[in-house]
């Protein structure tokens, strides 16, 4: 059974950090892109990063370039998202997600997805 579990969201003020956490279970995820989505209240599910098994290769939405930036441990089947200068914006349920392989271009359909954690920036 696979599984991704999210941790570190919350509530931080405008301006401020967090660290989120992504631990990948049930199998190897040798060889797979992972990355992050998110979903604000009343709007759809919106791609934020990902990164390559290798670590070589990272994308980002243009909302949270310079913001964000993503990472991967795969000894330790972990992925992180380091965000910094949170904006209100940036409020949203935060999922983790993974796909065989290198994904280029639209990342539309993740092979897994994690339960989501929740991050909320007060202005």
């Known amino acids: 059974q696979v599984e991704l579990v999210e941790s570190g969201g919350g509530l931080v003020q405008a301006g401020g950090s967090l660290r989120l956490s992504c631990a990948a279970s049930g199998r190897t995820f040798s060889g797979y892109t992972m990355g992050w989505f998110r979903q604000a209240p009343g709007k759809e599910r919106e791609f934020v990063s990902r990164?390559?098994?290798?670590?070589?290769?990272?994308s980002y939405a243009d909302s949270v370039k310079g913001r964000f930036t993503v990472s991967r441990d795969n000894v330790k089947n972990m992925m992180y998202l380091q965000m910094n200068s949170l904006n209100a914006e940036d409020t949203a349920v935060y999922y983790c997600a993974a796909s065989a392989g290198v994904v280029l271009g639209l990342w539309a359909s993740p092979d897994y997805w994690g339960q989501g954690t929740q991050v909320t920036v007060s202005s």
């Open positions: 990164i390559t098994w290798s670590g070589g290769r990272t």
